[in-house]
Structures are given as C-alpha cells and as structure tokens.
C-alpha cells in the first residue's frame, strides 16, 4: 500500500467516523452540515418493495423483485463518488471474498446509488469493475446496480434512516459510510458502519437475517458467543453467554463426575456381593460334605 493510499484511508476512516451519528443522541460540537449527516438506525423496519428503480440493463424493477429467498446486503452508493463509496465497495468486495458465503447462492447484494442524475450505463461500468474484483462465478445474477429517480431515492433512504448533504459548489455528497443487512423480506436486520467489514461480522449479519435458514452449527455457535452492538455496528464477544457456557460445563462435568462415581460404587457393591455369594456357595459345598454318608 503506497503512502499517498493510507493517507486516502486514514482520511475516510475519520470523515465516516465524523459522519456518522447513532440514533441515540447527537454531537452538538460537530459542524452544521454533520449533524445533518449519518445512519438512524431503523432496525426491523420494512424497506417498501414498491419502490422503482432501473437497473444496470436498463430495465425498470422493483425493490420487492429481490425481496424473498435471500438476505440482502444493501450498499447506497454514487458510482460518481471520487472517495469514500469507492472505499466501501472495495471493503465489502474484501469482506465478501474472505467469507465462504457466495453471492448467488447464500445471499445477493443491491447497490443503489442516491444521485438521481446517474444512469445505468454508469452502474453497468461499477459492476463490471466489483464483479471482476470479487472473482466467483454467477454473482452477476445477483449483485444488482440500480438508478432511481429522487421521490424512490428519498423513500428508501427514509426507511433505512440513511441522512446526506448534497454540496451544489463542490457537485458532491456528503454522506456517512456503512452498509444495511435486509432480511430476505426486506426489513431492516443490522448495519455495519466504515469501510472495511470483516467476514466474520458480514458472515454472522447473514445468518441472523435469514433466521438461520443459511450457515453451519458453526455458525450458530459463533451467534451464541458474538453479540451485536447497534451503537458500533460490529459484533463483539458476549462475556455473559461465556459465563453461561462456563456454568452449562461445570454442571455437565460435576453430574459426570457424579455418575462416574455412583458407577464405580455400584461395581464394587455388585463384585464385593458376587465375592460373598462364592464364599457363602463355597461354605455350603464344604457342609454338605462334613454331613455326608
């Protein structure tokens, strides 16, 4: 990574960060234009599915049209941006790849751009390029990049609570960086805020949106031991089911340690009333032949 990269990065790292604004509270110290700017959370709200788009061939479709059988991972993007929504596609691209969750086949992903000025010819070059970056066969079936008029725009990122400015001298938005989990029916299931999202955050996202429909046992123990943290938008270790596991195990092992007991005493009480039946049959031969004729 060349220098004149980290800085680009580190300087997107830390206007997302200043972009972005939970749902529970606001910094009054933040600039005018920022506080105007970020992510209220809208968790378990439906997305409309008859809301209009066009899509990178040109065909007008509806959001329902991919709502269904999958989990969404949901990108709202302007394929003009000159930075930061460059930088999020290329984390996610990342975070996809090192997941064993393929497009297509576990769950599919929309990017949708905000500027209603930019065409599908536009969002066909973005696929072409995060197709060939991605690099597994048959995710062009299911990775879709819409345009959309500002009325559908306006109503889709109300519903996911996405906020952003648009600065007419500088022809650019300003925006915060995440990406939204839609559960299969399209509601509202996680958000993952920044630009790098970590396979196993995208991965554990998935599965709670399908309901468990998709992943291993695996996965479910990884839910089981990871809690989601909606201020943050990442999953970290969940100490309270650690010490529940703990409290599960120590009564597993002192109810073996019981039976292995209970167990062994049996067998000496069973040996030690074979040794005195032997003993009481070896008496009775040794009477009979003291009495005999």
């Not at 065409?119 to 970056?133: C, E, V």
């Not at 990406?179 to 029916?185: E, G, Q, R």
């Not at 596991?245 to 120590?250: D, E, I, K, W």
């Amino acid at each position: 990574m060349t220098t004149i990269t980290r800085l680009v990065t580190r300087f997107a790292v830390v206007l997302s960060l200043a972009c972005w604004r939970p749902a529970y509270g606001q910094d009054a110290t933040a600039p005018a234009i920022l506080r105007k700017v970020g992510f209220d959370q809208r968790l378990n709200h439906q997305v409309p599915g008859d809301l209009t788009f066009t899509d990178e061939n040109g065909a007008k479709v509806r959001l329902g049209d991919y709502f269904g059988d999958k989990p969404i991972i949901l990108v709202l993007a302007y394929y003009r941006c000159p930075m930061l929504c460059t930088l999020v596609l290329n984390g996610l691209v990342q975070g996809m790849r090192d997941m064993p969750f393929s497009i297509g086949k576990e769950f599919r992903v929309l990017t949708i751009s905000f500027d209603p000025r930019e065409t599908p010819d536009l969002a066909a070059a973005k696929k072409q390029t995060y197709l060939a970056s991605y690099g597994r066969a048959g995710a062009g079936a299911d990775w879709h990049f819409l345009t959309g008029k500002q009325d559908s725009i306006a109503k889709l990122t109300e519903a996911i609570g996405f906020r952003y400015v648009y600065d007419e001298k500088q022809d650019q938005f300003i925006h915060t960086s995440g990406i939204v989990i839609l559960t299969p029916h399209g509601k509202v299931s996680r958000y993952f805020y920044g630009i790098r999202f970590p396979a196993r955050d995208l991965r554990l996202g998935l599965v709670e949106a399908s309901a468990n429909q998709i992943g291993s046992p695996t996965d479910q123990v990884l839910l089981y031991c990871f809690h989601y943290d909606p201020q943050t938008g990442k999953y970290t270790t969940s100490i309270l089911n650690f010490v529940r596991l703990g409290g599960v195990a120590t009564v597993l092992a002192v109810a073996a340690l019981v039976w292995f007991l209970l167990r062994r005493e049996r067998r000496h009480r069973n040996a030690a009333a074979a040794e005195q039946r032997s003993l009481d049959m070896a008496g009775l031969s040794n009477d009979s032949r003291r009495a005999g004729p």
